[in-house]
């Protein structure tokens, strides 16, 4: 490797120092847009973060809809239930009627043969 004069080792010295004046403003440039990226990410959590609360807040509201219309569905369901026991009740009634007519037929019947 040949062997640099002490003029030349100057100038390059020189370039490189030249080089380095420019380095604070490009670091405070970059400085300035990691601030404003830093602001406009916090921006778009906070956007972000307030639309998913407010899904979430909708969607518990549904489901709370959905819950009273249950509630109301059982409701009728149960009614519907009880009026089908008491008519359960009078079939039940009625077959015995039956049943007691049967054997009183049944009886006539034997006391005519």
């Known amino acids: 490797m040949?062997?640099?004069s002490l003029e030349r080792r100057v100038e390059i010295l020189e370039q490189h120092v030249e080089l380095l004046k420019d380095l604070p403003p490009r670091?405070?440039?970059?400085?300035?847009?990691i601030a404003q990226?830093?602001?406009?990410t916090n921006a778009g959590?906070?956007?972000?973060?307030y639309a998913?609360?407010?899904?979430?807040?909708?969607i518990m509201a549904r489901f709370?809809?959905?819950d009273r219309r249950f509630?109301?569905?059982?409701?009728?369901f149960e009614r519907i239930d009880n009026r089908?026991?008491?008519m359960d009740a009078r079939f039940d009634a009625m077959d015995r009627r039956f049943d007691a007519q049967d054997t009183e037929i049944a009886a006539i019947k034997q006391r005519l043969s």
């Open 2 to 4: 040949e062997r640099l």
């Open 27 to 33: 670091i405070t440039a970059v400085e300035v847009q």
């Open 37 to 40: 990226l830093r602001t406009d």
């Open 45 to 49: 959590f906070s956007a972000l973060s």
């Open 52 to 58: 998913i609360n407010r899904m979430h807040s909708e």
């Open 64 to 66: 709370e809809q959905i």
């Open 71 to 76: 509630e109301a569905v059982d409701k009728r």
């Open 84 to 86: 089908l026991d008491a």
